[in-house]
């Protein structure tokens, strides 16, 4: 699609077993773990995409993937952004240059060397889930967001490094900045200390965040807060993200579109409301009936899987779900089910939908 910032093309992140020396030696297979396994979608410029579903499915390890804080093992990660940015300019100038259907010029991520990664990396950032683990508790406030300036040498001198703090201080609701800059992180509420992790991320000016779980470690209290901030900065720097987070009830009120997860693979894709009001999945509907009601008169039934989810080192034959899927069907034991459309923009990937008995 002509607005797309990011598309994600089975991509495939698989982790090399260690079972010993002797036994590597002598083992005539490698076992993987298959953290993210064919993984593909897009993201439009301003989009909110969330990535969903339980620990362990994937989520986080396809957001760090994007920015290569872990190598993938194969796929596409093309970018695009606007062609007078002169980051992107740069990158354009690479190996990593591709050509789109449409004529436009793009970058494959993967193809980037570590130099030309961190140079990308001033347009594509993280927010770390746990601000606690991502802050360092010996620098200031003021050390920790301007080191991405000093890093990137992307200040003139001390004066322009202290204003550049300031803003992104100031953007990411720390106000007056002048109260915050030299203190430390343990000074600082929890939500506050998150919101020196999102100055970190802005002062850099990206195009695209991906968001880890960001308010997960939060009281519930502030949590509205920073989903409030992100939305604003989205709407005033024009800013896109990768959500991850494994509470639909916050999918639902935040993003534009989702696509749930199980065990390395996406199982259904589609705009928010449509995949809260009418999932099509086994999985989703599970989900979603577990997500507390504010109506407490409110009776529906809840779908409670049963058993434990397979080891991504020997995931099932045929449909990944089955073992656990109240609705399984032969055909789900034996064959792998590809993608259905259930309507436009709304795709799962089931048998139920696929005509099959």
Same mark, same amino acid.
């Given at each position: 699609?002509?607005?797309?910032?990011?598309w994600?093309?089975?991509?495939?992140?698989?982790?090399?077993?260690?079972?010993?020396?002797?036994?590597?030696?002598?083992a005539k297979?490698? %076992?993987?773990?298959?953290?993210?396994?064919?993984?593909?979608?897009?993201?439009?410029?301003?989009?909110?995409?969330?990535?969903?579903?339980?620990?362990?499915?994937?989520?986080?390890?396809?957001? %760090?993937?994007?920015?290569?804080?872990?190598?993938?093992?194969?796929?596409?990660? !093309?970018?695009?952004?606007?062609?007078?940015?002169?980051?992107?300019?740069?990158?354009?100038n690479?190996?990593?240059?591709i050509?789109?259907?449409?004529?436009?010029?793009?970058?494959? !991520?993967?193809?980037?060397?570590?130099?030309?990664?961190?140079?990308?990396?001033?347009?594509?950032?993280?927010?770390?889930?746990?601000?606690?683990?991502?802050?360092?508790?010996?620098?200031?406030?003021f050390?920790?967001?301007?080191?991405?300036?000093?890093?990137?040498?992307?200040?003139?001198?001390?004066?322009?490094?202290?204003? %550049?703090?300031?803003?992104?201080?100031?953007?990411?609701?720390?106000?007056?900045?002048?109260? =915050?800059?030299w203190?430390?992180?343990?000074?600082?509420?929890?939500?506050?200390?998150?919101?020196?992790?999102?100055?970190?991320?802005? @002062?850099?000016?990206?195009? =695209?965040?991906?968001?880890?779980?960001?308010?997960?470690?939060?009281?519930?209290?502030?949590?509205?807060?920073?989903?409030?901030?992100?939305?604003?900065?989205?709407?005033?720097?024009?800013?896109?993200?990768?959500? !991850?987070?494994?509470?639909?009830? @916050?999918?639902?009120? =935040?993003?534009?579109?989702?696509?749930?997860?199980?065990?390395? %693979?996406?199982v259904?894709e589609?705009?928010?409301?449509r995949?809260?009001?009418?999932?099509?999945?086994?999985y989703?509907?599970?989900?979603?009936?577990?997500?507390?009601?504010?109506?407490?008169?409110?009776?529906?039934?809840?779908? !409670?899987?049963?058993?434990?989810?397979?080891?991504?080192?020997?995931?099932?034959?045929?449909?990944? =779900?089955?073992?656990?899927?109240?609705?399984?069907?032969?055909?789900?034991?034996?064959?792998?089910?590809?993608?259905?459309?259930?309507?436009?923009?709304?795709?799962?990937?089931?048998?139920?939908?696929?005509?099959?008995?």
């Amino acid at each position: 699609m002509a607005d797309n910032i990011l598309w994600v093309e089975n991509l495939n992140i698989w982790f090399q077993m260690r079972r010993g020396f002797f036994k590597d030696v002598i083992a005539k297979d490698i %076992k993987y773990a298959k953290a993210v396994d064919g993984v593909s979608f897009s993201i439009r410029k301003r989009e909110i995409y969330c990535l969903v579903g339980e620990s362990g499915c994937g989520k986080t390890t396809t957001g %760090k993937g994007i920015l290569r804080l872990v190598e993938p093992t194969s796929g596409s990660i !093309i970018f695009f952004d606007e062609a007078d940015d002169p980051i992107f300019s740069q990158l354009l100038n690479t190996n990593a240059k591709i050509m789109l259907d449409d004529g436009r010029q793009a970058i494959d !991520i993967r193809k980037l060397t570590r130099k030309e990664m961190k140079l990308a990396r001033q347009r594509i950032q993280m927010i770390f889930q746990d601000p606690y683990e991502s802050l360092n508790p010996k620098m200031t406030i003021f050390d920790i967001v301007a080191e991405p300036l000093i890093v990137n040498k992307l200040y003139a001198n001390e004066e322009d490094k202290e204003r %550049k703090v300031m803003k992104a201080l100031s953007d990411a609701g720390l106000r007056p900045p002048e109260s =915050f800059m030299w203190r430390y992180p343990h000074q600082v509420s929890g939500g506050q200390r998150q919101r020196v992790g999102v100055a970190g991320t802005l @002062v850099l000016d990206p195009s =695209f965040l991906v968001a880890d779980e960001p308010i997960s470690m939060l009281d519930v209290s502030i949590r509205g807060d920073i989903l409030k901030l992100m939305i604003d900065l989205r709407d005033n720097m024009g800013l896109t993200y990768l959500f !991850i987070t494994h509470d639909l009830s @916050v999918a639902y009120v =935040f993003s534009d579109r989702i696509g749930v997860m199980y065990l390395g %693979k996406i199982v259904e894709e589609g705009p928010t409301e449509r995949i809260i009001k009418n999932p099509q999945h086994p999985y989703t509907q599970a989900l979603i009936t577990v997500v507390p009601k504010p109506d407490p008169t409110a009776k529906e039934e809840k779908i !409670i899987l049963k058993g434990e989810r397979p080891d991504p080192t020997n995931i099932p034959k045929g449909c990944r =779900f089955h073992p656990r899927c109240p609705d399984v069907m032969d055909i789900c034991r034996v064959e792998e089910p590809t993608e259905a459309t259930v309507e436009t923009n709304h795709s799962v990937a089931c048998w139920l939908h696929k005509g099959k008995k």
